[in-house]
């Protein structure tokens, strides 16, 4: 169903404080010439779009879209009649010097992405740095970021978190990634796309421990909107068992290292580990170390083929 578009700025008669008031907020959210605003739209339900993200998408001079095809249909919903252009990773440094051209004579231009807060986990980030290098103004238009969204619904710490984006497709990579998150205090945050939801998921459990607790936010706003907390363990389980459960959009959101820094003793059978990786295979390496600094030889071999050393070495 269209939607009448809700961005004409009304007529105010200033008969009293409260009137003049919303003049003047009016007056503060308006287009200013010359500069980037960085606009949040909706991740699915359209109706989360902002009052002011309306009023700037419509009277900005120019519209940067990740999609212009998908971003089309939310101008559209809202009767928005304005110019859109491409930006994405392809082309990102050519339309920074575009962008910066019309920047110069004036002209305002509005940044959006596919869905959510531009930058995050999206194109962008050249063009905001160009554009305050250049010297030109870039401000906000905030909105909905599926980070926070499923942050303040998934029972985990909100404290503290660190957004760690998508993780590297192929295993070891993914595998290295998540040790150097090991020990990160506060709720890790993750974005994931189906094809791989089962393998990261396994990833977790292998590195961080099947104990933590976990969210896995899907299809936020959505139609088949879910959220399942549990521990990684549990939440393989029923990922694994349930197909619908591995369709969508996800954030997965972890617990974050509770325990002490490792000790002198780990640090120090890390380090041996290293000097003994050509001289022998991992068994006998991590049966050594083991015996010279107390650490379970279990753990230092598992750490050893976590790192990649060949275990037929």
Known sequence: MTCKTPVIEPTIELTNSSSIDAANNAAEHSKKNATLYVVATPIGNLDDITARALLILQQVDLIAAEDTRHSGRLLDHYQIKNRLISLHDH?????????????????????????????????????????RKAGFDVLPVPGVSA?????SVSG???DRFFFAGFLPAKEQARTQALQNLAQQQGTLIFYESPHRILASLQ??????????????????TKHFETYLTTSLTELLAKVTADPNQQKGEFVLLVEGFTGQAPDVAWVEACRWLQELKDAMPPSKASALVARMTGVKKKDLYQWMLDSGFDSKA
């Open 91 to 131: 082309n990102e440094n050519s339309r920074a010097e575009q962008i910066i051209t019309l920047l110069g004579r004036g002209k305002s231009i509005a940044l959006i992405s596919d869905a959510g807060t531009p930058l995050i986990s999206d194109p962008g980030y050249t063009l905001v740095a160009s554009v």
């Open 147 to 151: 980070l926070i969204a499923a942050l």
């Open 156 to 158: 985990l710490p909100t």
């Open 203 to 220: 990833s977790m459990i292998n590195t961080l421990g099947g104990e933590r607790q976990a969210c896995l936010a899907r299809e936020i």
